[in-house]
């Protein structure tokens, strides 16, 4: 895919809007905005988004706000807040939120359903940095990822960090850590959701999707549910790059692999991807 400048992203964002609010127009749509629910799509960032964006989208009775992906670091922005509160019914809104503790208990007290997608964070830092570096110029850690003489030296980075610029691994998922215990929120797998055109499995992509509908109170048919997995998949949305599972295994080094174990101690086990710390690139 060729890099983004902003201009390239108004007109993306303004052109996704456009199709989505008339997607919006469709009868199940505008039954949806009477008795659907508002949805909160969070995810860590580069786990799926455009994914599980597709999935809501394709569910009867819901459609997408024509808002910007939230994005607040340290606190719940007013702006996020005005947000959360202006959306309608059978609506959902994108975001990379961390589960600060004003975050969670608006969404509590408004009554907003969450969905929390994560992926494998090896696989995450892959996404990351070739994201930066060969599609989002306008990136604020784009200048710095793209200085860095090669792609180990990028992945390397974005595994341990760059102050004011780049999270550590350690930190970003410590920071998105309260969603995945929050009693109000499905915690989704990008893995299950991606189905056997990314790797995965259709038992549970198909599992997955009526777990969404589900978790949104939304009843969906068989034939329903198996519509939206085949269109789940995408590569045409703005930030798709490779969209499979397990790529960190062609890019990881030995040396990468000790500086994740670092940083991460026990992440792997805890989000299911590991048994045991006794894992390399073989």
Same mark, same amino acid.
């Given at each position: 895919? =060729?890099?983004? $400048?902003?201009?390239?992203?108004?007109?993306?964002?303004?052109?996704?809007?456009? !199709? $989505?609010?008339?997607?919006?127009?469709?009868?199940? =749509?505008?039954?949806?905005? @009477?008795?659907?629910? !508002?949805?909160?799509?969070?995810?860590?960032?580069?786990?799926?988004?455009?994914?599980?964006?597709?999935?809501?989208?394709?569910?009867?009775?819901?459609?997408?706000? *024509? @808002? !910007?992906?939230? +994005?607040?670091?340290?606190?719940? %922005?007013?702006?996020? =807040?005005?947000?959360?509160?202006? +959306? &309608?019914?059978?609506?959902? #809104?994108?975001?990379?939120?961390?589960?600060?503790?004003?975050?969670?208990?608006?969404?509590?007290?408004?009554?907003?359903?969450?969905?929390?997608?994560?992926?494998?964070?090896?696989?995450?830092?892959?996404?990351?940095?070739?994201?930066?570096?060969?599609?989002?110029?306008?990136?604020?850690?784009?200048? @710095?990822? =793209? %200085?860095?003489?090669?792609?180990?030296?990028?992945?390397?980075?974005?595994? #341990?960090?760059?102050?004011?610029?780049?999270?550590?691994?350690?930190? +970003?998922?410590?920071?998105?850590?309260?969603?995945?215990?929050? *009693?109000?929120?499905?915690?989704?797998?990008?893995?299950?959701?991606?189905?056997?055109?990314?790797?995965?499995?259709?038992?549970?992509?198909?599992?997955?999707?009526?777990?969404?509908?589900? &978790? +949104?109170?939304?009843?969906?048919?068989?034939?329903? #549910?198996?519509?939206?997995?085949?269109?789940?998949?995408?590569?045409?949305?703005?930030?798709?790059?490779?969209?499979?599972?397990?790529?960190?295994?062609?890019?990881?080094?030995?040396? &990468?692999?000790?500086?994740?174990?670092?940083?991460?101690?026990?992440?792997?086990?805890?989000?299911?991807?590991?048994?045991?710390?006794?894992?390399?690139?073989?």
């Amino acid at each position: 895919m =060729a890099k983004q $400048t902003k201009l390239d992203r108004v007109l993306i964002f303004s052109q996704k809007v456009i !199709r $989505t609010q008339l997607m919006g127009l469709n009868p199940s =749509a505008l039954k949806g905005r @009477f008795t659907g629910p !508002r949805v909160l799509a969070n995810s860590i960032p580069k786990a799926g988004t455009n994914m599980m964006e597709r999935a809501l989208t394709f569910i009867p009775g819901m459609r997408m706000a *024509p @808002f !910007r992906t939230l +994005l607040d670091w340290d606190e719940c %922005s007013s702006s996020t =807040a005005r947000r959360l509160k202006r +959306l &309608h019914n059978g609506q959902f #809104i994108n975001a990379h939120l961390p589960a600060h503790q004003d975050i969670l208990d608006l969404v509590d007290n408004l009554g907003v359903k969450t969905l929390f997608l994560i992926r494998d964070p090896r696989d995450v830092v892959i996404s990351n940095y070739k994201y930066v570096n060969e599609i989002d110029t306008t990136h604020y850690s784009h200048k @710095f990822i =793209a %200085s860095l003489p090669n792609d180990n030296a990028r992945l390397t980075a974005v595994i #341990i960090g760059k102050d004011g610029l780049i999270a550590s691994v350690a930190e +970003l998922w410590q920071r998105f850590d309260g969603w995945l215990t929050d *009693p109000n929120t499905l915690v989704i797998k990008f893995e299950d959701l991606i189905g056997n055109q990314g790797g995965g499995e259709q038992g549970d992509q198909l599992a997955t999707i009526q777990a969404i509908a589900s &978790h +949104l109170d939304i009843k969906l048919s068989p034939s329903e #549910i198996e519509y939206i997995a085949r269109n789940v998949y995408s590569t045409k949305a703005s930030t798709f790059r490779k969209g499979i599972i397990g790529s960190w295994k062609d890019v990881f080094t030995n040396e &990468h692999v000790e500086l994740f174990k670092a940083q991460t101690d026990d992440l792997l086990i805890k989000l299911g991807y590991e048994s045991s710390a006794d894992w390399d690139v073989k």
